[in-house]
């Protein structure tokens, strides 16, 4: 198992990723290997100032760096030695099997969809992010940005994806897909929400519970919630916003913390073949760490081959 993670992807980089792989390192004892890809000197020099092991660790030299605002797709166009660049040849190459990144967003979407091919059938991959319930469980929302227009099938496969991402990663044995909505009798909605509903209704892949609405999405009522990438993304703000809102405000307060981003490492892209994460700008050494936990964790548990078992 071959992990590779952008060290120059970030605001704190490389410093809180070579923190982040220190961290792991000292937690992981399973024959896994590492390829930092950035730039060496730099690198190299702080893994020997904070002391961190060599063993199954490759430096992969990029001379290049995407930054957090550069144009995407012209960006890796035009810099092919970039880490990003390098990265996702080295994935598409089977020279790595996962890749993490806290850099340029758009870059990594645009990446991911052009250098590693979708699982046979899905029409377009989603990108998710855990919910922390206040009974003290995770739920999974998608799509939270990649899709801002959805069609009903998509809805329909990002509501297979998410149950198997729920099973392997969460834990969740037989999760309950939801559909957000404003309403939860059948029939309400926009037309988007009307003709989902009967796709995931006749879905036997999963267990559709129905509609849900804004109140249900931090309560125990669904673990998979479903809804395109607009609506998604504005939930996902608005939740991140409330350990800001905390944090600033000083309260101490068990639930409220398991806001923090950084317990969760990143956000997967679901529905391709290899395991791509996607960090936040802001990440430090501890969403780092999970970043590589996670990938490791998909790569065990053959998350993406059972996904496309189950959308086949």
């Not at 004892?29 to 730039?39: E, S």
């Not at 760096?65 to 990265?87: C, F, V, W, Y």
């Not at 780092?288 to 081959?305: C, H």
Request: overall charge negative; aromatic content about 6%; hydrophobic content about 40%.
């Amino acid at each position: 198992m071959t992990i590779g993670l952008d060290m120059m992807g970030g605001d704190y980089a490389p410093m809180e990723a070579v923190k982040g792989v220190k961290y792991w390192l000292s937690g992981n004892d399973k024959p896994v290997n590492l390829l930092l890809i950035g730039d060496e000197p730099a690198i190299q020099k702080l893994l020997t100032e904070h002391d961190v092991p060599s063993d199954h660790i490759t430096i992969v030299h990029a001379e290049e760096i995407i930054d957090m605002h550069e144009h995407p797709t012209k960006a890796l166009r035009e810099k092919q030695n970039s880490s990003i660049a390098i990265g996702f040849h080295l994935l598409a190459s089977g020279k790595m099997d996962a890749f993490i990144s806290a850099g340029n967003t758009g870059a990594m979407l645009v990446g991911t969809l052009f250098s590693i091919k979708a699982l046979e059938g899905v029409i377009r991959p989603t990108i998710s992010t855990i919910i922390p319930k206040e009974n003290g469980g995770t739920g999974l929302l998608l799509d939270v940005g990649l899709n801002a227009d959805c069609k009903p099938e998509q809805l329909n496969q990002f509501a297979i994806m998410g149950s198997v991402y729920a099973q392997l990663v969460l834990g969740i044995e037989k999760p309950k897909v939801g559909l957000i909505n404003v309403g939860e009798e059948e029939g309400k909605g926009n037309l988007l929400a009307q003709a989902t509903y009967p796709l995931l209704k006749e879905n036997k892949h999963i267990h559709f519970i129905g509609n849900i609405e804004g109140r249900d999405v931090l309560m125990d009522k669904a673990d998979v919630m479903v809804c395109e990438g607009f609506t998604g993304n504005i939930i996902l703000k608005l939740a991140e916003s409330l350990y800001e809102i905390g944090q600033r405000k000083k309260i101490d307060d068990e639930y409220f913390d398991r806001f923090n981003f950084e317990i969760y490492g990143g956000t997967p892209v679901l529905g391709v073949a290899k395991p791509v994460i996607i960090g936040h700008g802001i990440s430090g050494a501890k969403a780092f760490m999970n970043m590589i936990k996670l990938s490791q964790l998909m790569l065990e548990k053959d998350v993406m081959q059972k996904m496309k078992e189950e959308l086949a």
